[in-house]
């Protein structure tokens, strides 16, 4: 069995695949001081309570946050037995290509929502993930992962908008009846629904315009059920496209080592 383990900036998720679905997911809130220990009294306690009686064989992680990678490896090997794949390493092999400048460090989770894509769609893919920041990653035509677009989260907007305006609250992010508010709250809902779909809509043209070709526009993160309400703004929403590379990621490696 598998145990895929992607690490973000906000959240944590852990998956357990048995070679054909995911059996079990979990999240957690990131914090690089969570021991091994206490991410295996975690770990364990729900998959009992789930009733999954399972032997974990092997242990694949992609994590945006370098320091939680080393108690996440003593999990891996104290309580599993086994030496995990960390994405971004030297030692983890990729299906695709990454195509940048010299000296650049690609985030794995861009790396593995490349590979999922490629080995889902095919290529000419635009991935648009909605997480701690929203991020364009665009897949070429043979798969490889040529670079992309960073902008700043939803969550964050708000944040920053709340936290520099002391007089505008904390709101819940939603698609709003109509454009224009008529209230606060529907004003900050309507600038952050309609900006981002703006921006998205946007960043995406411009991209297949400097590419001289038409490409998928796919979305993941937890925000884009939300934006996929908006019309004709993407192709398709994969809910568990990072731990998906992840899969295809370890069975690469598993047959090339």
């Known amino acids: 069995m598998l145990l895929a383990i992607d690490c973000g ?38 998959m009992e309570f789930q009733k999954i009686d399972v032997k974990i064989t092997d242990v694949i992680v992609s994590s945006t946050v370098p320091r ?21 390493k030297s030692d983890c092999k990729l299906p695709v290509e990454v195509r940048v400048d010299a000296g650049t460090a690609v985030g794995p989770d861009r790396l ?58 904390h709101v819940d992010i939603s698609k709003p009846q109509a454009v224009v508010g008529t209230n606060t709250v529907a004003c900050m809902q309507s600038g952050v629904f309609w900006g981002y779909v703006g921006l998205v809509r946007e960043i995406c043209a411009r991209i297949k315009a400097e590419r001289h070709r038409d490409m998928r526009v796919i979305s993941t993160g937890g925000l884009a059920p939300l934006f996929q309400q908006a ?27």
């Open 9 to 46: 900036n906000t959240n944590t998720v852990f998956s357990i695949w048995d070679g054909e679905q995911f059996i079990g997911t979990w999240r957690t809130a990131t914090d690089w001081r969570r021991t091994a220990d206490q991410y295996y009294v975690w770990l364990s306690s729900l």
């Open 68 to 88: 939680v990678v080393f108690n996440l490896r003593v999990l891996s090997d104290r309580y599993f037995n086994t030496r995990p794949i960390v994405v971004g």
């Open 112 to 169: 593995v929502n490349t590979v999922a894509g490629f080995d889902l769609y095919g290529g000419d893919l635009i991935m648009v993930d909605f997480g701690t920041a929203t991020t364009f990653d665009v897949v070429d035509t043979d798969g490889a992962y040529v670079g992309g677009v960073i902008a700043p989260g939803v969550n964050l907007s708000l944040e920053a908008l709340h936290q520099a305006a002391a007089a505008l609250p």
């Open 231 to 257: 019309e004709n703004l993407f192709d398709d929403f994969q809910d568990d496209l990072t731990m998906h590379g992840l899969t295809v990621i370890h069975r690469y490696n598993k047959e090339n080592n």
